[in-house]
């Protein structure tokens, strides 16, 4: 006779079993797989259902059902390149590169309002017409963004700096940033630039009390920016009275909600949307996600919504993981952006929330939307591959297929010594390179007149030579476009490879 084995024996306990999912968790490049693999799924589900949902606006306005789908799939491969770009970047040039790259950003904010450069489109001065494609520098701004403020506010938090360094200069930029996209005018990247400002302060320390005041500061700007023009204070009055005027002002929501009612659970099936037949305005665009809601029903929205939701758990996982601040902050932060800009979306397409305007991350239509989240994607993945396992793997030639195929660089381990060893080569730098104040010749206390004010003149000379001193060393040792991540010497280099 058999018995069953005991699942406790003395004091040790089984095990419990992971299961297979589980097991590919805990391997070294788990983080990095997930992040392309949502990158993908996310970006083909969206070319399938711009293809569905534009089609018939397609064909009647240029006789091609394929046009604006064509268009996105140029981007989309666009976006690849972007991403695969971003995964051969090293750490300390993306660092190195920050500063410059948002400097050029905010140019072109400047440029694209001035009239024969920008090009005008329902009122709005917000793209490069470059012939073949349009170009939207406020995408572009929301990553350059993301990239140089996780650069400052690790430099800082190195530093131990107080609140005072932190909003400096971070918080003028980011103000100053919003101030160009809402010239625009275009308050939904307005709000997404906001969201990214916010989670850069919220996890780069800053204090709740002086975070608080930020925050209740922007939303009533919010508030005032949304009730200061026409459409938007009468998307704000659709909003909290939908059934004043279900023709006009609440069309364009009422549809939204009627197509997510007639998709129910399993969806009217592909193609089968009878709202884009021209009763849902920017069915393609905007409110992508109520086409989807009716052609795949409610499994397909439950789809969208588990994906974003693992995106969640990637971006947490690398940052947690992550022994670099620069990383951990700039995936966290991005994490944090392109989550709030899905759960906007989906929020007034189901009527929770006014709306905005903002697309659906990877899904909806908009060449520089898709690229340059495709962009920010590649970078997230360039960071789940520097998580301690991960380089140790990759250093140890574990590099799985997928990596031999792109030929990917091996990243370079994070050192809080070498980095700290970098930062104090850069302070001693900055040092050597404050000249001294020229000191006088002190007379003697008794002779000719003001000798005891001669001492007095010496040492105030002397104290401000020393603040001097001490608010350079500070400012060299921590501005934005020099990086402090460690820098190998040319002889190391030579020997890993």
């Known amino acids: 006779m058999t018995t069953a084995t005991p699942r406790r024996a003395g004091n040790q306990t089984q095990r419990p079993r992971i299961g297979w999912f589980g097991a590919w968790l805990a391997r070294p490049l788990a983080s990095f797989h997930?992040?392309?693999?949502?990158a993908v799924l996310l970006t083909v589900l969206g070319l399938v259902m711009?293809?569905?949902?534009s089609?018939?606006?397609s064909y009647?306005?240029?006789?091609s059902a394929y046009?604006?789908?064509?268009a996105q799939t140029v981007m989309a491969a666009f976006g690849a390149v972007l991403f695969y770009i971003a995964l051969r970047i090293p750490m300390r040039v993306m660092r190195r590169l920050s500063f410059p790259v948002f400097a050029l950003s905010v140019v072109l904010l400047v440029l694209v309002l001035i009239p024969g450069i920008g090009s005008e489109v329902q009122g709005s001065r917000r793209w490069f017409d470059l012939g073949v494609v349009s170009v939207q520098p406020s995408e572009i701004v929301k990553v350059t963004l993301v990239v140089w403020g996780s650069h400052l506010l690790a430099s800082r938090q190195t530093e131990k700096a107080g609140y005072k360094d932190i909003l400096m200069p971070l918080v003028p930029a980011g103000l100053l940033v919003c101030f160009l996209v809402v010239l625009e005018p275009n308050l939904s990247t307005t709000i997404a630039l906001g969201i990214v400002l916010t989670s850069l302060l919220w996890f780069g320390g800053l204090p709740l009390r002086m975070f608080v005041t930020i925050a209740v500061s922007g939303g009533v700007a919010a508030a005032i920016l949304a009730l200061s023009a026409g459409y938007r204070s009468d998307r704000m009055r659709a909003f909290f009275s939908p059934g004043d005027d279900p023709q006009g002002i609440g069309y364009q929501a009422r549809q939204a909600l009627y197509s997510?009612?007639?998709?129910?659970i399993w969806g009217r099936g592909l193609g089968q949307s009878r709202a884009k037949w021209s009763y849902l305005p920017n069915a393609h665009n905007d409110f992508i996600f109520a086409i989807i809601g009716e052609e795949l029903g409610f499994l397909g929205c439950a789809l969208v919504l588990g994906l974003f939701a693992l995106f969640v758990y990637a971006g947490l996982r690398i940052a947690t993981r992550s022994v670099d601040p620069f990383i951990r902050l700039l995936t966290v932060s991005?994490?944090?952006?392109?989550?709030?800009?899905?759960?906007?979306?989906v929020g007034y397409v189901v009527g929770l929330l006014p709306v905005t305007g903002l697309q659906l991350p990877l899904v909806s239509a908009g060449g520089s939307s898709l690229a340059i989240t495709l962009l920010m994607f590649g970078i997230i993945a360039n960071a789940a591959r520097h998580e301690p396992e991960a380089v140790a793997a990759l250093h140890a030639g574990q590099d799985g297929r997928f990596s031999r195929l792109l030929r990917l660089p091996k990243p370079e381990l994070y050192s809080p010594a070498r980095a700290q060893a970098s930062r104090a080569r850069t302070k001693a730098k900055a040092k050597a390179k404050v000249k001294p104040a020229p000191q006088r010749r002190a007379l003697p206390?008794?002779?000719?007149?003001?000798?005891?004010e001669s001492s007095s003149r010496r040492s105030i000379d002397s104290d401000s030579a020393r603040r001097t001193s001490r608010s350079t060393e500070s400012w060299r040792s921590t501005r934005a476009w020099e990086p402090n991540y460690p820098m190998k010497h040319a002889r190391e280099r030579g020997n890993s490879r």
Request: overall charge neutral; cysteine-free.
């Open 55 to 57: 089609s018939v606006e």
């Open 334 to 345: 991005a994490t944090t952006w392109i989550t709030g800009q899905a759960l906007i979306n």
């Open 34 to 38: 997930l992040v392309v693999a949502i």
């Open 445 to 452: 206390s008794g002779r000719g007149r003001g000798g005891s």
């Open 67 to 70: 046009k604006l789908f064509i």
């Open 60 to 63: 009647a306005d240029g006789g």
């Open 50 to 53: 711009v293809l569905s949902a």
């Open 260 to 264: 997510l009612a007639d998709g129910g």
